[in-house]
Nanobody, 121 residues
């Protein structure tokens, strides 16, 4: 499974960005897709995840500002980020967990390459 993230960039505080991440490969289904972020010297942290059933979970720091969604037919997950703050600056990684391949084999915890989001004050 390969994950390709896009949509990062430089934005002023209060602005918006939309991240996209498409999973490719011989995929039958994906249970959970999500976004994590990491800044230098810190551990990667959860931003938001969404299950195949549409259940979502957000970090407290982004609740009310970020919205995660997915298009299961396209194996794609999105993150709409509004009211961005300088502390949202990070490399954002997409994740796909419990991926069922067409062979019946499962893959766990697949990661994309990361996309940089920079929010200026």
């Amino acid at each position: 499974v390969q994950l390709q993230a896009s949509g990062g960039g430089l934005v002023q505080a209060g602005g918006s960005l939309r991240l996209s991440c498409a999973a490719s490969g011989s995929i039958f289904s994906i249970n959970t897709m999500g976004w994590y972020r990491q800044t230098p010297g810190k551990q990667r942290e959860l931003v938001a995840v969404i299950t195949s059933g549409g259940n979502t979970n957000y970090a407290d720091s982004v609740k009310g500002r970020f919205t995660i969604s997915r298009d299961s037919a396209k194996n794609t997950v999105y993150l709409q980020m509004n009211s961005l703050k300088p502390e949202d600056t990070a490399v954002y990684y997409c994740n796909a967990d419990r991926v069922r391949l067409r062979t019946g084999i499962y893959e766990f915890a697949a990661w994309g390459q990361g996309t940089l989001v920079t929010v200026s004050s």
